[in-house]
């Protein structure tokens, strides 16, 4: 869920190739295949919000993808 949340912010605030390089640069030597994904479900949510989308707005559209199964984490946690 923060992935989706804090990417989809950084996706609506910055130019979207330096959003990229940032969320890339703070996955670099990680091996969780979950957050890349998440982080790009992020993208998606800003992408389909209004360029001003509110914080709010987009919390509760990544809640949304939550709930929907599309974000994806380790169960054990």
Do not use: K
């Amino acid at each position: 869920m923060r992935h989706c949340y804090w990417s989809s912010m950084m996706y609506r605030d910055l130019d979207s190739t330096i959003a990229a390089e940032i969320l890339d640069n703070h996955e670099y030597g990680t091996n969780d295949p979950y957050d890349p994904h998440n982080n790009a479900q992020g993208r998606e949510v800003a992408d389909a919000a209004v360029h001003d989308a509110s914080n709010d707005r987009l919390f509760r559209d990544c809640q949304d993808r939550e709930r929907s199964g599309s974000l994806r984490h380790d169960r054990s946690d």
